[in-house]
């Protein structure tokens, strides 16, 4: 009967429109009384209309009401029925509602319809709304929610729905634990230490060597291979590799348990190709991290990280390399550059020191033997050099030095730049300069940092020299000139002084080559009392001096010291307290710190038994192993003593757990 309401009112509304107008065409010609007869019809059939259509709209409202009804309830049985949690929050992210799979999983049969979401599930809200999906874990699953916002007139929900990604994240877990990954392990200086060990001596080492090897890859699922007498590859599976990563390479301590002939200790350089898509990739990577190792002098563990490197021991004393093959082929091929170049320009670090221009001077002297234009690039204002600097130009007929400024205007495609005693493109004199020049020599000895210059044509970095002056000694002897005759006395000078300062004349970091290369310089004409007096300073110098070092404080055999005043000379005189505080009895290593407008700087200093350059790197500086400074910007010298303290404790806690003595 519904169904036909439509048309029933069609035919009334026809009969009705008929009625109504020969009804208005009868009272139009007159025929009142003819009209009146169909006036009450007309009125019949409205009542009849108006009466048909209420009941009509009451039975749809009744049935739109029911349908809808039926869809509320069969959406809630739909919404259960779901093979995963799902759960409705208000505005004020309470339950109103969950499914019975939330119930279970989720709330482990709790009544949860009113409490907090955020009290009850833990999860990043801000991440959900921005990315609409967020992770959590909950009762050992881990489930990614994702969430669909319902607006009403008066109220708004959010419907939460939990997708159990579990499995995949277990199956993830097991791919990158079974993740392979390339170690290439190498016996530091081997020919060195074992060129005059005896036949039992090198075969015991070796029998060692390899009990060592076999420990380390006891409990793996891996395998190494022997490449050479001392290099070793390894392919181990990432869950083992963790937990070699975890122990701290443990390896590096026992190899120094063995002793070649009684006296070497062994140590090994082991760079780890982690995180590659391949294993030619990860081979690649492990050999970046060797370089690394090898150019921070050995006996460390390098793993390459997403914001830069990890290290891991570090702390033997390095052997000096007693051949010179590498310096001679290194030299031939910068003569060849040197001849091949219109004009040599030289540089340093920022505020160069003694070693650092010393080195460039001597350089730039056998440049100039060779015919070449050299310059040498200089900031006056910031130097720590400027007795040396004054002391060259008194004693040549040509202008050496020349501003950053001047030499960023000068310099050319066809031109050579050689920087001196860094390698840190971070440091040098001028990064304009560097960037400028099409051809670049690095001439180096401190341990590899990791924001390197990358693009050098020669990268002769040997951090077991004592200085950069000991280096470019040993180069120009390979120069095709006749230096005896030739070389001016003052640039002799300059490299021995460069050789004393890093050396602290002669007691540091000194090996048979250094005698070797300052005997040449003697020989040359270098006069050391000459030399002497370019570390000389004034009576003012020498008192600020002792007033560092007397504000010493003693923190786990370390003297830490404030400058708390200000000077022109605070960069000389405080590394210079900082070498006379190791004259301490019971001091293993010294640190100074001075202030320079914002900065706190921190020079750093040691007789080998702390490693200065660990504890400097872990304030953003580095060094050497006996040398080494940082910068703390932004700070004051009560936050950078206590953080220095701080990095101190720990340093010696962590020698202290492996076994190591300060």
């Known amino acids: ?148 916002r319902f607006d009403k007139t008066d109220m708004a929900f959010l419907v939460l729905y939990f997708h159990d990604e579990s499995e995949y994240f277990a199956l993830k877990k097991r791919t990158d ?151 001679r082929v290194i030299a031939n091929a910068l003569q060849d550059l040197i001849l091949s170049s219109d004009r040599v320009f030289l540089m340093g670090h920022r505020f160069g020191d003694l070693d650092s221009v010393g080195s460039a001077c001597g350089l730039a002297g056998a440049v100039r033997l060779l015919g070449k234009e050299a310059h040498i690039v200089v900031d006056r204002s910031k130097n720590l050099a400027a007795h040396l600097i004054d002391y060259i130009e008194d004693q040549t007929d040509k202008e050496f030095f020349i501003s950053p400024a001047a030499a960023e205007a000068m310099i050319n495609d066809r031109d050579l730049l050689v920087i001196c005693d860094t390698h840190n493109k971070d440091i040098i004199e001028s990064h304009f300069l560097y960037e400028k020049a099409k051809q670049t020599v690095v001439i180096d000895h401190h341990r590899k940092t990791v924001n390197f210059i990358d693009n050098a044509v020669i990268f002769h970095h040997e951090p077991f020299a004592s200085s950069a002056s000991e280096m470019v000694t040993e180069m120009i002897q390979y120069f095709s000139f006749n230096t005896d005759e030739n070389y001016q006395p003052c640039f002799a000078d300059a490299l021995l002084a460069g050789i004393m300062l890093d050396t602290k004349n002669f007691v540091m970091k000194t090996g048979s080559r250094t005698f070797e290369a300052a005997a040449y310089l003697k020989k040359l004409g270098a006069d050391t009392v000459a030399v002497k007096l370019l570390f000389s300073n004034s009576i003012d110098a020498y008192k600020r001096r002792s007033q560092i070092v007397s504000s010493a404080k003693i923190h786990n055999r370390c003297a830490v010291a404030a400058a708390d005043f ?10 210079q307290a900082a070498d006379e505080l190791l004259c301490i009895s019971g001091v293993d290593a010294s640190f100074v710190l001075f202030k320079t407008g914002s900065t706190v700087n921190i020079s750093a200093r040691s007789l080998g038994a702390v490693n200065v350059q660990v504890i400097m790197e872990q304030l953003g500086g580095g060094g050497h192993q006996s ?36």
Not at 19 to 48: R, Y
Not at 63 to 75: D, I
Not at 97 to 110: A, C, D, H
Not at 566 to 575: E, L, N, T
Request: hydrophobic share 45%; with cysteine.
């Open 1 to 148: 009967m519904k169904n036909k309401f439509p048309a029933v009112l069609l035919v009334l509304h026809l009969l009705l429109f008929t009625t109504a107008a020969v009804t208005a065409l009868l009272i139009s010609n007159g025929k009142d009384d003819l009209a009146a007869v169909f006036i009450v019809p007309v009125l019949i059939l409205i009542a009849v209309s108006i009466i048909i259509f209420l009941i009509f709209t009451r039975n749809t409202i009744r049935h739109v009401s029911k349908m809808n009804a039926h869809l509320e309830s069969s959406a809630a049985e739909f919404m259960n029925t779901l093979p995963a949690p799902v759960a409705v929050i208000d505005e004020q992210r309470r339950f109103v509602w969950y499914n019975q799979l939330f119930s279970e999983k989720i709330g482990l049969g709790q009544d949860v319809f009113g409490l907090d979401f955020e009290g009850f599930v833990k999860i990043d809200m801000d991440s959900l709304f921005r990315l609409n999906y967020a992770f959590c874990s909950i009762n050992g699953c881990i489930y990614k929610v994702t969430a669909e």
């Open 177 to 327: 634990d079974s993740r392979p990954n390339v170690i290439i392990m190498t016996i530091d200086n081997y020919d060195e230490v074992m060129q005059n060990a005896k036949e039992s001596e090198k075969a015991q080492t070796s029998v060692e060597t390899e009990k060592l090897i076999e420990g380390f890859m006891s409990g793996t699922n891996g395998f190494i291979k022997k490449t050479s007498s001392n290099t070793f590859y390894a392919v181990i599976e990432n869950r083992h590799l963790e937990s070699i990563i975890n122990s701290k390479f443990k390896i590096l301590e026992a190899a120094r348990n063995i002793k070649i002939s009684g006296k070497y200790p062994l140590t090994f350089s082991i760079g780890v190709g982690q995180g590659a898509n391949s294993l030619a990739e990860s081979e690649k990577i492990a050999r970046q991290c060797l370089d690394m190792a090898l150019g921070r002098g050995g006996d460390q563990a390098v793993i390459k990280t997403d914001n830069g490197y990890r290290f891991f021991g570090g702390v033997a004393q390095g052997v000096e390399k007693r051949s010179r093959a590498k310096t």
């Open 566 to 575: 200000k000077s022109d000379d605070i960069r000389i005189v405080a590394p």
């Open 627 to 662: 040398m080494a400074a940082a910068q703390l910007e932004g700070s004051t010298i009560e936050e950078a003593m206590r953080s220095l303290n701080s990095v101190i404790s720990e340093y010696t806690q962590n020698n202290i757990n492996t076994g190591k003595s300060n």
